[in-house]
């Protein structure tokens, strides 16, 4: 897919695990595991907004675009 998901990239600069990261946003851990991994196929724009208040960051930030 050629949307990659950076959540590792900003969890790893916010010195922040992935529960409390599931936690503060209100998804399941599951839920954002499949994110993290880019298995997932869509992602709602109010995720994309409650990942961004969390990790204090820009959808840039998360979202990177390579070509196959």
């Known amino acids: 897919m050629p949307i990659v998901i950076n959540i590792d990239v900003m969890l790893a600069r916010r010195k922040m695990s992935a529960g409390e990261l599931a936690e503060r946003i209100g998804i399941t851990p599951a839920n954002l595991s499949i994110l993290k991994n880019n298995k997932a196929k869509a992602?709602?724009?109010?995720?994309?907004?409650?990942?961004?208040?969390?990790?204090?960051?820009?959808?840039?930030?998360?979202?990177?675009?390579?070509?196959?």
């Open 43 to 68: 992602i709602r724009i109010s995720t994309l907004e409650a990942l961004c208040r969390a990790l204090e960051c820009k959808p840039a930030d998360l979202l990177d675009y390579t070509e196959e």
